[in-house]
T-cell receptor, first 113, second 111 residues
Framework: DSGVTQTPKHLITATGQRVTLRCSPR?????VYWYQQSLDQGLQFLIQ???????AKGNILERFSAQQFPDLHSELNLSSLELGDSALYFC????????????FGQGTRLTVV | QKEVEQDPGPLSVPEGAIVSLNCTYS??????FMWYRQYSRKGPELLMY????GNKEDGRFTAQVDKSSKYISLFIRDSQPSDSATYLC???????????FGKGTRLHILP
């Protein structure tokens, strides 16, 4: 167990809908990262927050947004969902801002129908 | 050309064999090289971490980096059925830079 908790584990929703994925980082970790994993694209970095502030942005669509709250948990909001958004979404956390030392959660499997 | 290329497999080898997993990359700025193991329905877990060129050994696992050829390898000795997983290579230019992942190689160790 990495100590990173993601909820829900599975989510099935219809096209056009909006969903929120939640991540609780390991105790003491200030950085949270969001990744999307699909069969054709592999693991893609979406966005990073450090102590409540956006730190880095990757291939995140404008329909997606994220935030990190004062208690350091993070939420990833996906709106106007399309079939192609079906993927595994992973959260990772680390003490500092270094991706290379991040621990991954077990992911949320999103299916858009 | 993709930044990181990795053969998706699947790769099936008998128990006890030496496994060789490889990745090539195009960005010469990469200096940090990682291997992650991902079991089915789980998140990736960091297996090996190497800075710059050279070899690093940890138990049955050896990571090699050849920056001149832009080629990295992970060797698994005395492979076990529990090693069956997807192995992702990953790399970054700086310690706090975003990580670029390969698509992963599915490995099956046959008992």
């Amino acid at each position: 167990d990495s100590g990173v908790t993601q909820t829900p584990k599975h989510l099935i929703t219809a096209t056009g809908q909006r969903v929120t994925l939640r991540c609780s980082p390991r105790s003491g970790d200030l950085s949270v990262y969001w990744y999307q994993q699909s069969l054709d694209q592999g693991l893609q970095f979406l966005i990073q927050y450090y102590n409540g502030e956006e730190r880095a942005k990757g291939n995140i669509l404008e329909r997606f947004s994220a935030q990190q709250f004062p208690d350091l948990h993070s939420e990833l909001n996906l709106s106007s969902l399309e079939l192609g958004d079906s993927a595994l979404y992973f959260c990772a956390s680390s003490v500092v801002t270094a991706d290379t030392e991040a621990f991954f959660g077990q992911g949320t499997r999103l299916t858009v129908v | 050309q993709k930044e990181v290329e990795q053969d998706p497999g699947p790769l099936s080898v008998p128990e006890g064999a030496i496994v060789s997993l490889n990745c090539t990359y195009s960005n010469s700025a990469f200096q940090y090289f990682m291997w992650y193991r991902q079991y089915s329905r789980k998140g990736p877990e960091l297996l090996m971490y190497t800075y710059s060129s050279g070899n690093k050994e940890d138990g049955r696992f050896t990571a090699q980096v050849d920056k001149s050829s832009k080629y990295i390898s992970l060797f698994i000795r005395d492979s076990q059925p529990s090693d069956s997983a997807t192995y992702l290579c990953a790399m970054s230019a700086r310690r706090d830079d975003k990580i670029i992942f390969g698509k992963g190689t599915r490995l099956h160790i046959l008992p």
